[in-house]
């Protein structure tokens, strides 16, 4: 959700203003007395006890991933995905930089919205977490034995990859959809010709295959606002669903020329005939620069590559590719029930929750039900795909999940509550306050053919007074509620970092014994890796200077380094020799202008730095490792440019022995 969408709902939208206002401002002391009774027992997790589910949070504009406990809602651990990340020196260090390339250079940072769990048969499998970039479109993979980010791939003829990555069924694909329709391939237009000029695409980018995530094909669009996505499933399996709003077109002040329309779109893809049609040579080569990152596996070093060249499918060269579904009013979410029936929509101004039926749907296309077709793409009646409106749910229907047990869960953002509704039936069985203005909602496994119904996350956008103030920006935050019963119940709240947008949870059991505890040493294929004492060292290459070491409990070798000279760029290569699970070490050098190094075990890291004055800087460890970290340091001597001091790296004896013993078996 955007900033102006939050201004538009909480104050300015017709008629639903003053409205908002009452519900934002529900006093906290309501607030207290709903979580009461058995509330904590139900979240509290003992000392040294494992929660039940990881839920992976979204970290908005942080760039990052959260992953939490639930139901305890303690952080595990920050993934970092798209923004460089001192804390681990992911995106500093020269191992990863690659990840971080695109067309437009080196990006630093991005702002993430939907993570996604990879699925086999419609379930999340634990394999992999996948999470869009919204600014510069690209979308990420997270290897979940790892927790890292392994592989960026960068969405071209793409401005806001905002309905991104939700994932097929079997994870063949994760799409990215523009938010912000362009002309493409982008060139320099008037605005004001955003009709003639601007388009959408729906990207589907081959996801099974880790490290060759590539662009499939793409779809082009009216230039429409492409806002969220989600793929059918069972009897649905092969389509997908993507609202858009600004069926108005406008190109300025969307947020009263884009809520003209009484009805907006769903587009409708059925992308196994998208599949068809690219493979009869229907799609267009189109030119299109885009770049895709990853991380081999056995060195742990990024690469980049440059691709050119896309394949555009246009709905007039593909019959049957895609249809719209009529929405009413600027629809945001859109959600496809446990058994791929039931297409539910979010009409972020709408009075109603829409549901279109995927059988109603087909009929509709065999009887040609169509009220017109723009651009190739055939409107459908609304009447005829509508299988029900939820009535009078409340105020700004978001996003929907549901649990698996025939109910339905939507964020309500205006009138800031959980409604549980009935699938099929349409009546408001349940709803719950939330604290404030809530977005997206979260069930494990809510969205998949599987939700494990137990839990609900809430995650608010305007919550400001949860906790304890921090200043002018106060903590974001999420709420546990317990879907268990009939009746909901807020359990917990618990901060969050940025902004979460969306999350996805599965149950731990899934990942939690099949982590990662350390990388073979004998398997590091990384051009600098030092296995032992006796290959560390210090050589020139002209101005470089390379040094190999080793990190151990407690000490660096070599740890005296002398030769070095103003002018010349170090390059520190640093591998951690521990074969054990949780012993990093890391690095840092006095001056540098880069974050420090971390080493997981068996890891070999590289920092550069480029020494401005002659002394003698230290560097140590910066992980506490053990009783005598803090005697794990070093010194690297500078002299001015030109001086005759001699190139060393101090050797041990023992490292010496162990030399002599290796020459002495090579004779
Ligand atoms: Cu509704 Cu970006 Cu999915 Cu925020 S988005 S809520
Ligand atoms: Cu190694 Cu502290």
């Known amino acids: ?41 139900k979240v509290y997790v003992a000392p040294g006890s ?31 995905v798209f923004s460089q990340f001192p804390e681990d020196g992911y995106g500093y260090n020269e191992d990863t930089k690659p990840l971080f390339q695109t067309t437009y250079g080196f990006i630093p940072w991005d702002d993430s919205h939907h993570p996604e769990l990879s699925m086999t048969d419609g379930v999340p499998d634990g394999r992999w977490l996948f999470i869009n970039a919204n600014n510069t479109p690209r979308i990420a993979r997270i290897d979940l034995t790892r927790f890292e980010t392994d592989e960026i791939i960068q969405i071209p003829n793409s401005a806001g990859g ?27 237009v008037p605005i004001d010709s955003y009709k003639q000029n601007f388009k959408g695409t729906l990207s589907f980018i081959t996801a099974d295959q880790p490290g060759k995530m590539d662009i499939a094909f793409q779809i082009l669009m009216p230039g429409y606002n492409y806002d969220l996505g989600h793929a059918g499933k069972g009897p649905s399996n092969g389509w997908f669903f993507f609202t858009s709003y600004n069926s108005e077109q406008a190109n300025t002040k969307l947020e009263e020329n884009a809520s003209q329309n009484d009805k907006d779109f769903i587009a409708a893809v059925n992308y196994k005939r998208a599949e068809e049609c690219v493979a009869q040579g229907k799609a267009k080569a189109a030119p299109a620069d885009y770049y895709h990152n990853w991380v081999d596996s056995a060195s742990r070093l990024a690469k980049s590559e440059k691709k050119t060249g896309v394949k555009l499918l246009s709905p007039s060269d593909c019959d049957g590719v895609v249809y719209y579904l009529p929405t009413p009013k600027s629809p945001h979410g859109v959600d496809v029930d446990p058994t791929g029936e039931y297409i539910v929509a979010g009409g972020k101004l709408a009075t109603v929750i829409p549901v279109h039926s995927f059988t109603k749907l087909q009929k509709a296309i065999a009887a040609k039900a169509f009220d017109k077709v723009i651009d190739g793409i055939p409107v459908l009646n609304y009447d005829a795909v509508m299988a029900g409106e939820v009535q009078k749910p409340g105020l700004g229907p978001l996003h929907t999940e549901f649990d698996g047990k025939g109910y339905a869960y939507t964020s309500m953002f205006i009138s800031s509550e959980v409604v549980k509704w009935k699938l099929g039936t349409w009546e408001v069985v349940d709803r719950i306050p939330t604290y404030y203005s809530i977005g997206h909602l979260m069930i494990p496994g809510g969205d998949s053919k599987h939700p494990w119904g137990k839990y609900l996350v809430a995650m608010n956008k305007i919550t400001k007074d949860r906790y304890l103030p921090t200043g002018p920006e106060m903590a974001q935050s999420a709420q546990l509620i317990d879907i268990s019963g009939d009746k909901m119940k807020l359990l ?18 899934l990942i939690k014994e099949k982590q990662v505890k350390y990388f073979q040493l004998t398997a590091n294929t990384n051009p600098w890796v030092t296995r032992a004492e006796s290959e560390g060292g210090i050589t020139r290459t002209g101005k470089r200077v390379d040094v190999k070491m080793i990190a151990i409990r407690s000490h660096f070798a070599p740890d005296n380094l002398e030769g070095v000279q103003v002018g010349d760029t170090v390059v520190f290569h640093v591998t951690n020799i521990e074969q054990d699970w949780d012993i990093l070490h890391g690095f840092a050098v006095l001056g540098m202008n880069t974050s420090e190094l971390i080493m997981q075990p068996g890891e070999t890291r590289s920092l550069t730095w480029v020494p401005k004055s002659p002394g003698v800087f230290p560097f140590y460890c910066t992980d506490f490792c053990s009783a005598l970290h803090q005697e794990m340091q070093g010194y690297i001597r500078v002299s001015p440019a030109g001086s005759n001091v ?20 090579q004779r």
Not at 3 to 31: E, H, N, Q, W
Not at 52 to 71: N, R
Not at 167 to 183: E, G, H, I, L, Q
């Open 646 to 665: 001699k190139l060393v790296a101090n050797v041990s004896k023992k490292a010496q022995a162990q030399l002599a013993g290796d020459a002495a078996k």
């Open 1 to 41: 959700m955007n900033i102006s969408l939050k201004r538009s709902a909480v104050a300015g939208v017709a008629g639903l203003g003053v409205i908002a206002l009452i519900y934002a401002c529900t006093p906290r002391a309501t607030t207290r007395s709903l979580a009461v009774g058995d509330a904590a027992s």
């Open 162 to 188: 905002h309905a991104s990555p939700f994932t097929t069924p079997d994870s063949k694909y994760v799409v990215s959809a523009t938010r912000f329709s362009v002309p493409v391939p982008n060139t320099d």
């Open 492 to 509: 917990l709240d618990f901060p969050t970092i940025g902004e979460p947008h969306y999350a996805q949870a599965l149950p731990a059991s």
């Open 50 to 80: 494992y929660d039940e589910y990881y839920a992976f949070l979204s970290g908005g504009y942080s760039g990052q991933v959260a992953v939490y406990g639930l139901p305890s809602g303690r952080l595990l651990k920050v993934i970092p």
